[in-house]
């Protein structure tokens, strides 16, 4: 069946959009695609199926949660038919991770001297080891439940390692209690490292710690014999709710919410493969699930943990090479202050270093010029030197403004945690506006000057988080130009005051305007390409999801647009169908760093008009967020985005792969005479620190 016969014989909206789920899953079929590709170090393919289990993860606990709450309401055949197209595909995708790790990783990790050692592998004297760990270490922290009337079965923590455990005989007080649950306490590593002495063949050996309670549960009950057991993970929604017109304080109500996270409903269950059916089956009556979410697998339950044995072997080898992040040049004798002033600075991370993003808030801190300090808080990690520097200022006498979201999935303790600490040194902390996320990413410095008060900067399309500024793409940008720094002001007004912020000079801010600008703009190259003058657009984004762009974006295909789509997840447009989005390609980048940068570039006739962003094309993004998305205004700058930040993507023939009308990604490589070109290995050659000195 040809592309344009298939579409048509789906249902209109079907042949209009790709399916958002299938499409977050091609995703992971992608990063799946590192780890096997030959070209990398293998404890770098060991970590990309260690992302695939992290994102899997997430994708249980918010969409497939989200799908099945909704089935619960709802008897909706549609539904149940994309949940079991999600079902089927999940399946596909983690049979294909575990072989990957089964039949390549761990095997050429062993030629290479690193050992993962199973029970049956391991010789006398690691055996005696094991055992002496397991009773000093292991043992005494463990709790076996054995099932009955008295103790019903557990609460089990999402995600969390436990055992189910199939007995023979009768207990001490003579009952025929079959079944007991023991729980893996969480602060045991889950890979141990055998000492050196004990490696095979002068290597480094592991053992996991699934694997040491394995080898010994029969310890565990004496005077009983084990007739089955298995390790078996859960998974739970883990989307928090509270209802934010009724809660007199957020924070507080979080901090209740975040423990019940624990115990969300549940919506998956991993076992291991030799898991014996009246076993599984067992726990899917206690969980509520029905068998399609049983995933049983060939390997610990949970590779997320393998990190760990990334994190301990020491053959540098076996990993990338190390990079060192550039700087961007300086005037001599210049403060920060100064050299902002003198012209906008873009810093493009990981490839240049965040130091300067860093410096420039500590700095700040401590200058006695400086009046006042507003910054945006997502993300930013249980340790952080700008928080530090924050609480510093806070404590001097100056006026600071944090918006915490205390919404941001995943960090809601770090960030309830920091807005303590923060208000405790004296800063003003906001939470946002009710409702809706604030997920812009700006800091803004007033500071008095001999001419007045002068605003400085810093807008990014990343999060405040040292450790995500080293594996992220992103752009940012301190600027001391008057009128955004009035926008950037305008805009904490609105997000304290919760007032509607004043027509702003330059920045576009969801939830107000932004699809609004973003569609003007696509609407405006359209107008341009029917009366015959070029019509081009390049976008660099995470996901495209939001049905309003997507139509405007076929309808400028249609009127002769030219249109690169870079988009690094769900992607809902369907490129290249004829009298539809001819006119459109959409390709994904998977490489070392993580895509995160967010790039909208309109040719508008010449104007070359670039805007960087902290929001993807996604509803959610536009219009349930606070977003900004921010133009380059200096014209070098703007040559450096798209030399940088575009025109390497859409070169890449390495780690770029393209989207065809039918949803399927086909990876681009060189051909013929084409050398092979890697967007980020090009951007650390050009920009990351070479023998001393920026390249």
Request: proline share 4%.
């Amino acid at each position: 069946m040809t592309t344009k016969n298939a579409l048509h014989a789906e249902s209109p909206k079907a042949a209009v959009f790709l399916d958002r789920e299938e499409s977050q899953l091609q995703f992971n079929r992608r990063v799946l695609a590192q780890a096997e590709d030959k070209r990398l170090p293998l404890l770098e393919r060991l970590r990309y199926l260690c992302i695939v289990s992290n994102n899997l993860d997430e994708f249980f606990e918010v969409r497939v949660a989200s799908l099945l709450a909704q089935g619960a309401l709802h008897n909706d055949p549609a539904l149940e038919a994309t949940l079991g197209r999600i079902s089927r595909e999940c399946h596909a995708l983690v049979k294909h991770q575990y072989d990957i790790l089964n039949t390549e990783v761990l095997p050429q990790l062993r030629a290479k001297g690193v050992h993962l050692v199973r029970h049956t592998d391991r010789n006398e004297a690691q055996r005696a080891w094991v055992k002496q760990y397991f009773e000093q270490e292991v043992r005494p922290l463990l709790t076996p439940i054995g099932l009955d009337p008295a103790h019903p079965f557990p609460q089990v923590v999402n995600k969390s390692l436990n055992f189910i455990v199939s007995l023979s005989g009768k207990d001490a007080f003579g009952r025929g209690t079959a079944i007991a649950i023991v729980k893996a306490p969480r602060v045991l590593p889950r890979v141990i490292r055998l000492p050196d002495h004990l490696a095979k063949g002068g290597g480094a050996s592991f053992c996991l710690l699934s694997s040491v309670i394995h080898s010994h549960i029969e310890d565990m009950f004496t005077g009983r014999d084990v007739i089955a057991y298995s390790q078996f993970r859960v998974t739970r929604d883990s989307d928090l709710w509270v209802d934010e017109d009724e809660v007199k304080n957020l924070r507080h109500a979080l901090k209740g919410e975040l423990q019940g996270r624990q115990f969300g409903t549940s919506v998956r269950l991993e076992v291991a493969k030799n898991c014996p059916p009246e076993l599984s089956d067992f726990l899917l009556a206690q969980f509520c699930l029905d068998p399609s979410r049983l995933y049983a697998v060939d390997g610990p339950v949970n590779l997320v943990r393998l990190a760990e044995l990334i994190d301990e072997v020491r053959q540098p080898a076996l990993r990338f090479d190390p990079f060192i992040a550039g700087m961007p040049a300086k005037t001599a004798n210049l403060s920060i202050f100064e050299q902002i002033r003198k012209h906008d600075i873009l810093l493009h991370h990981p490839f240049q270093s965040f130091q300067t993003v860093i410096d420039f808030i500590c700095v700040a801190a401590s200058d006695p010029h400086v009046v006042a300090i507003k910054q945006t808080i997502y993300r930013t990690g249980m340790n952080s030197e700008l928080m530090e520097a924050l609480m510093t200022a806070a404590r001097s006498g100056k006026e600071v403004t944090v918006i915490v979201e205390l919404m941001a999935r995943f960090d809601e303790e770090a960030n309830i945690n920091w807005a303590d600490k923060l208000e405790q040194a004296g800063a003003q902390v906001v939470y946002g506006v009710v409702g809706l996320k604030t997920h812009a990413k700006a800091a803004l410095v007033i500071r008095r000057e001999p001419d007045g008060l002068q605003y400085y900067a810093h807008l990014g399309t990343g999060n405040y988080h040292l450790t995500t500024t080293r594996l992220y793409t992103d752009f940012g940008l301190l600027t001391a130009n008057p009128k955004m720094g009035e926008d950037v002001n305008e805009v904490f007004i609105h997000l304290t005051s919760l007032t509607k912020p004043h027509k702003l000079n330059h920045l576009w801010l969801a939830p107000f305007a932004l699809q609004a600008e973003i569609i003007k703009a696509i609407r405006n190259e359209a107008r341009l390409a029917k009366s015959g003058r070029p019509g081009r657009i390049i976008v660099k984004i995470n996901a495209l999801v939001d049905e309003s762009v997507v139509r405007a974006l076929y309808a400028a295909s249609a009127d002769g647009v030219k249109i690169d789509l870079i988009v690094r997840g769900a992607c809902i447009l369907r490129p290249g169908v004829p009298g539809l989005s001819e006119n459109i390609k959409v390709r994904s980048v998977i490489g070392r760093f993580l895509e995160h940068s967010r790039i909208y570039y309109f040719r508008n006739d010449l104007a070359h008009d670039v805007y960087l962003a902290s929001a993807d094309w996604m509803t959610r993004n536009l219009f349930r967020r606070v977003e900004v998305a921010f133009p380059v205004l200096d014209k070098a700058l703007k040559r450096r985005v798209i030399a940088e930040g575009l025109n390497p993507y859409l070169k890449d023939n390495s780690n770029a792969w393209e989207l065809d009308a039918n949803g399927h990604y086909h990876r681009r490589k060189a051909r013929g005479k084409q050398l092979e070109f890697s967007a980020q290995r090009h951007l650390m050659d050009l920009l990351g620190l070479k023998d001393g000195s920026n390249a």
